[in-house]
């Protein structure tokens, strides 16, 4: 077991945009993309920078104040996220509330760690999940109040620092949460350049794929379902209007649990996509399949999970996927617009077929294939439907056994690697998971269009994954 690491916590402070005219109170709705989420656990991504001189005089004279100066800046453009969610009793639906005379910002806390970096954002073993957890920041929710973004800058002292962001579910996807840290990323970098120039930092620009669009009347809402959701959110919680989180089930603070990253390169690509093809089943099927990279990754990663975890016979598991939703909405949103606007969808199988030696992959990948291909205004607009099935997995204490519900976070398609402060890009990007059979995606950090895969299990579950996922390649 690893040991408990130390973390000091140096300050905690807020980070307000600059004071301007035109920073006024602000309301946002929240749409039924976003309700539906309302109650459901934050998300977080780890930014690992490697530098190898980094003292504490430097990182607390230099990094710290670029980031804060920078993240200040980029919330002028993100008012929102420096606000919070609230739900008046005179209001339907809860939305989330801007008041810059009321001290109004992100939550910055910066701190230091005595963890091996090296260790944290390699990919070569095993590292318990436990270890991540001095590195996350907390967001202050109450019954009546709820932060929307929390930060924290950790320094490892000669090894380099991290930057963890973590938002509430209610308010960002993972399209918007990248082009929020990637904005950020933008203005610290130019700020860094423009004062080695000695130019007025009043003069950058954010480019333009980069503005937010929150325009929530471009969202359709024919059946009201934004305050149906909330409704049965009230009704979960004996009609108390409170915006604390449901309770999840928790990682025990234990060397059992560990995540781990994967990688399929292009070449392992054109091996599943060649081996799907070729299979006779489908061949005999004579039908068109959709086999993206994320199709494909799936199929091959949920495969060998299902293995690996030992589920075993025709008990039935659930094979989901989600979807970006802005170009499927009619009409399509831009694709700046910021908030929630993923959906996910699944179907169910039988764990027989999917562990077949011989069409396990090909059979996951025509089921996933089917998914992403059915994903029409219809399905994707929402239902009454959705929350009760969602309602239904938090009262089961979040889902089926694991192994059984079947899903990704994250994507290969967001450049979470792009992240450049001015320090370089990131040595790794951890998406922040604990439940076991968890898997989430980014693009690798070796680019060449492979995908990373992160995955967290049990000790013995992970080195059966570890041997089913090479071997399988081979």
């Given at each position: 077991m690893a040991e408990k690491h130390k973390v000091k916590i140096h300050s905690v402070s807020k980070i307000s945009p600059p004071s301007s005219d035109s920073v006024t109170a602000s309301t946002l709705p929240l749409t039924y993309f976003d309700t539906l989420w309302l109650k459901f656990p934050p998300s977080e991504r780890l930014f690992f920078y490697q530098i190898t001189d980094l003292t504490f005089d430097l990182f607390n004279s230099v990094i710290i104040p670029k980031l804060a100066d920078s993240l200040s800046l980029t919330l002028l453009h993100y008012l929102p996220l420096a606000g919070h969610i609230m739900w008046p009793a005179d209001s339907a639906k809860p939305a989330i509330y801007y008041f810059p005379d009321q001290n109004d910002g992100v939550s910055f806390t910066v701190a230091e760690s005595d963890a091996d970096f090296s260790h944290l954002s390699g990919n070569n073993g095993n590292r318990e999940a436990v270890e991540f957890h001095h590195l996350t920041p907390q967001l202050s929710i109450s019954d009546d109040k709820a932060e929307v973004v929390a930060i924290q800058i950790t320094l490892f002292p000669k090894q380099g620092f991290c930057i963890s962001v973590l938002t509430h579910h209610a308010v960002i996807d993972g399209i918007s949460k990248t082009m929020f840290e990637r904005s950020w990323a933008y203005f610290c970098k130019q700020l860094i350049q423009m004062q080695q120039q000695n130019l007025n930092n009043s003069s950058i620009l954010l480019p333009t794929e980069l503005i937010p669009c929150f325009d929530r009347t471009l969202i359709k809402d024919r059946k009201?379902?934004?305050?149906?959701?909330?409704?049965?959110?009230?009704?979960?919680?004996?009609?108390?209007?409170?915006?604390?989180?449901?309770?999840?089930?928790?990682?025990?603070?234990?060397?059992?649990?560990?995540?781990?990253?994967?990688?399929?390169?292009?070449?392992?690509?054109?091996?599943?996509?060649?081996?799907?093809?070729?299979?006779?089943?489908?061949?005999?099927?004579?039908?068109?399949?959709?086999?993206?990279?994320?199709?494909?990754?799936?199929?091959?990663?949920?495969?060998?999970?299902?293995?690996?975890?030992?589920?075993?016979?025709?008990?039935?598991?659930?094979?989901?996927?989600?979807?970006?939703?802005?170009?499927?909405?009619?009409?399509?949103?831009?694709?700046?617009?910021?908030?929630?606007?993923?959906?996910?969808?699944?179907?169910?199988?039988?764990?027989?077929?999917?562990?077949?030696?011989?069409?396990?992959?090909?059979?996951?990948?025509?089921?996933?294939?089917?998914?992403?291909?059915?994903?029409?205004?219809?399905?994707?607009?929402?239902?009454?439907?959705?929350?009760?099935?969602?309602?239904?997995?938090?009262?089961?204490?979040?889902?089926?056994?694991?192994?059984?519900?079947?899903?990704?976070?994250?994507?290969?398609?967001?450049?979470?690697?792009?992240?450049?402060?001015?320090?370089?890009?990131?040595?790794?990007?951890?998406?922040?998971?604990?439940?076991?059979?968890?898997?989430?995606?980014?693009?690798?950090?070796?680019?060449?269009?492979?995908?990373?895969?992160?995955?967290?299990?049990?000790?013995?579950?992970?080195?059966?994954?570890?041997?089913?996922?090479?071997?399988?390649?081979?």
């Open positions: 009201g379902l934004d305050v149906v959701y909330a409704n049965h959110w009230l009704a979960f919680q004996s009609h108390k209007r409170s915006l604390k989180l449901v309770s999840m089930p928790v990682l025990k603070a234990h060397s059992s649990v560990v995540r781990k990253s994967f990688e399929l390169t292009r070449e392992d690509m054109k091996k599943l996509r060649d081996k799907v093809q070729g299979n006779e089943v489908l061949i005999r099927k004579a039908k068109e399949l959709h086999l993206s990279s994320y199709v494909l990754t799936c199929a091959y990663v949920y495969v060998c999970l299902v293995k690996a975890m030992g589920v075993e016979g025709d008990a039935p598991v659930m094979l989901r996927v989600g979807a970006n939703c802005r170009s499927r909405l009619d009409p399509p949103l831009p694709v700046n617009y910021f908030g929630n606007c993923v959906s996910g969808h699944g179907t169910p199988a039988k764990v027989s077929d999917v562990v077949d030696p011989e069409n396990g992959i090909a059979f996951v990948a025509d089921k996933l294939s089917d998914l992403v291909k059915g994903l029409k205004r219809e399905v994707i607009e929402g239902s009454e439907e959705k929350i009760l099935n969602l309602l239904k997995y938090v009262k089961e204490g979040g889902g089926q056994a694991p192994g059984r519900l079947l899903g990704v976070a994250g994507s290969n398609r967001f450049d979470v690697y792009g992240s450049d402060f001015g320090w370089g890009k990131p040595k790794t990007v951890e998406i922040i998971l604990d439940r076991v059979g968890s898997i989430y995606l980014v693009e690798s950090r070796n680019g060449g269009g492979a995908v990373e895969v992160g995955v967290v299990l049990e000790k013995p579950q992970m080195e059966a994954f570890s041997s089913l996922f090479v071997n399988g390649l081979n």
